[in-house]
Nanobody, 125 residues
Framework: VQLQASGGGLVQAGGSLRLSCTVS????????VGWFRQAPGKEREFVVV????????RYADSVKGRFSISRDSAKNTAYLQMNSLKPEDTAAYYC???????????????????WGQGTLVTVSS
């Protein structure tokens, strides 16, 4: 299974970006999807996760109301729409998929089976 993340870049505070994560390979059907981020000098943190069926999503408090996850199963692609960006959103953003485990979307990165390479988001003030 391979994940390709894209869409990062430099944006001014208040702006928007949409990240994409395309999944290829054998996923054995539905899989949970997560977006995580890691800022320089900080630990990785979860941003948003979605269950296998897409019925449940969980957002970090810091992004609620500003970020939105979606997926296009036909394209095997997940998206992260980021609005009202803040300088503190600056980080490398990683997508991950969870093939094994329960339906409940975990916010723990170690429970995800495959990871993308990360895409850098820089928000200037």
């Amino acid at each position: 299974v391979q994940l390709q993340a894209s869409g990062g870049g430099l944006v001014q505070a208040g702006g928007s970006l949409r990240l994409s994560c395309t999944v290829s390979g054998r996923t054995f059907g539905a899989y949970g999807v997560g977006w995580f981020r890691q800022a320089p000098g900080k630990e990785r943190e979860f941003v948003v996760v979605m269950s296998r069926t897409g019925g449940v999503t969980r957002y970090a408090d810091s992004v609620k109301g500003r970020f939105s996850i979606s997926r296009d199963s036909a394209k095997n692609t997940a998206y992260l729409q980021m609005n009202s960006l803040k300088p503190e959103d600056t980080a490398a953003y990683y997508c991950a998929v969870r093939i094994y485990g329960s339906e409940w979307p975990s916010s723990e990165g170690h429970e995800y089976d495959y990871w993308g390479q990360g895409t850098l988001v820089t928000v200037s003030s």
